[in-house]
């Protein structure tokens, strides 16, 4: 196919080169703004649920959850992870 392609595009080498890169453009811009947009509704691309319990307001209750007195707030909240074990001191290089 694509050599039936070239050997239909005229003026000679330059021609085919220019011929080739205007075909390759119209191909992306037809791509670009009609097959594209047209498929766009039909992939889950922006299909996202997402659910939050708590208003997201401070002082105001979250679903009537009551807030304990042992719930974490500002700098008490514990990492699940070791944060020093990753960051080793570093050593000196021997040169």
Known sequence: MYAFIWRKLPFGLAGKLVGSVLLAAATVALLWYVAFPWAEPLLPFDDVQVTQEDSGVP????????????????????????????????TPSSR
């Open 59 to 90: 002082g105001e209750p979250s679903g009537g959850d009551a807030v304990t007195d042992d719930t974490p707030t500002g700098d008490e909240h514990e990492l699940p992870y070791d944060t020093e074990r990753n960051n080793p001191e570093p």
